[in-house]
């Protein structure tokens, strides 16, 4: 039986389809001869079905095939890496690529956009005022590095008070570290058997694991009419979904409690500066709404938690991989600070292994090994290649930081690197990324070198860190927005003294 067709629509149904292969063929050209070198891929989807887990050492591969700058078909976008450093150096001066994409990082969440994922006017008026309000609260000043201090004595007590016994480092540390930017946010600390703060380190935890930094979701968002459904077959969406309301539910509870404070016309933390800036506002379609709010303090909850954490457990993973690091740093503790009293930030000015440890375990674990996605907002070029407008541009900065040009023996931890002859510490690091660069750089930096230097210090001020016998220690990683130390460590903090 066959189907009758009217002849008309079948001519108009081919029709179509010749221009749209003629157009799709004609972008396709026009893309070899617009963008840099790179890898073929498939119609529709371009590269995306080949990128694997660890992607950023597949793009550090094909980096060596097509040179510094190359580019491949991701989903429905033109993606640009740039895996050289001073490529990447030229990238960070160039204002045309500020931008972020039109799509949202959490897949499908239809939401106001947070400051991270801004672009434009609407982005500077956020960063401005955000930078204000921090500043008002202490961010920066010493009178954030002594609440710091203060977390991290109640840190080391929690330590203390297991005797010797061992220790989910991973666990306690993330609360711990929680409360550093749970003070500039909400102006308190919480407790660390509290529920609220275990549930939003639990959320963040989730969706940091479940997200993908090449999801399918992201790449291909004409697809976002099918998320409804695609959530109930795919785990990956429907973690990082259901992980990213709870933050904001949470975050949204401390939200309510400043609300109903009685005004008081004094600043004590992000929240109160938002609500401030808010009341300012004249324009109906400002940025500065109940929203934005919401997600900009979940998005720097996550980012000042997690990220720190994270390079905290790598420290730590290195001080039991290479103990010896553990007695030399604690030898300059001894010619420096002492052990009566807690070390400040100023301190790292005479503690130069101490710094050059640190300095190497960013390196090393380059928690972020590529950038947060950037867009082109016009076309422009890096060393001479052309980046069309829009395209996404990634900046590899594992490939920078596994660069035997730049760095002897890249694969080794080897701290030394960053001292000079003479033992002290190299007084620029060009070369390392692990913050980013230029007008979007992160601008919790300089907060989490001050704890990194801290912890670490006041860690082996009092104890030296062992594993269980029988207990065999794991350099294995897991990737999916950041690298992590994918095995639970368990450590033992026992007194100098009983070893």
Known sequence: MFLNVNPTLLNI???????WLIKYLFNFIYRLKKLPP??????????????KKDAYIQITELGKKYGPVFSFKCGQFDVVVINDALA????????????????????????????????????????RVALTILRKVGF????????????????????KSANGAEVDFGEVIKLSVANNISILLFGHRFEYDDPLASEMCRSVKHLVENASYFSKFVFMPSITFLVSL???????????????????????????????????????????GFLEEMDKQK???????????????????????????????????????YPEYQQKIRDEIKQTIGFERQPDYADRNSMHLTMAFVYESLRMSTIAPLNVHRRASQDTQVMNYSIPKDAIVIFNFWAVHRDPKLWNDPYSFKPERFLNEDGTLVAKQ????????????????????????????????????????????????????????????????RDWKDN
């Open 13 to 19: 149904f081919f029709g179509c389809l010749t221009v």
């Open 38 to 51: 790179g890898p073929w891929g498939l119609p529709f989807v371009g590269y995306l079905p080949f990128l």
């Open 88 to 127: 990447i150096e030229e990238a960070f001066r160039n204002d045309h690529l500020l931008a972020r994409p039109n799509t949202s990082f959490i897949p499908g969440f239809k939401r106001d956009q947070s400051l991270v994922e801004m672009s434009g006017e609407p982005w500077k008026q956020q960063r």
């Open 140 to 159: 920066g000043k010493k009178t954030l590095e002594d609440k710091v201090k203060q977390e991290i004595n109640m840190f080391i007590d929690s330590l």
């Open 230 to 272: 695609a959530s109930q077959f795919s785990s990956e969406l429907n973690k990082i979904t259901s992980s990213s309301e709870e933050l904001e539910k949470k975050v949204t509870i401390e939200v309510g409690k400043h609300r109903e404070k009685k005004a008081t016309h004094e600043i004590e933390d992000y929240i109160d």
């Open 283 to 321: 324009d109906p379609d400002s940025s500065f709404n109940m929203n934005t709010l919401r997600r900009n303090t979940a998005d720097f909850y996550a980012a000042g938690a997690d990220t720190t954490t994270l390079v905290l457990n790598f420290i730590m993973l290195y001080l039991i991989t």
């Open 430 to 493: 060009p070369n390392l990324m692990s913050f980013s660069g230029g007008k979007r750089m992160c601008p919790g930096a300089n907060l989490a070198l001050m704890e990194l230097f801290l912890y670490l210090v006041s860690i082996l001020q009092n104890f030296r860190v062992s594993i269980p016998e029988g207990y065999e220690i794991s350099n294995e990683v897991k990737y999916a927005l950041n690298r992590m130390v994918k095995k639970t460590m368990k450590v033992h903090f």
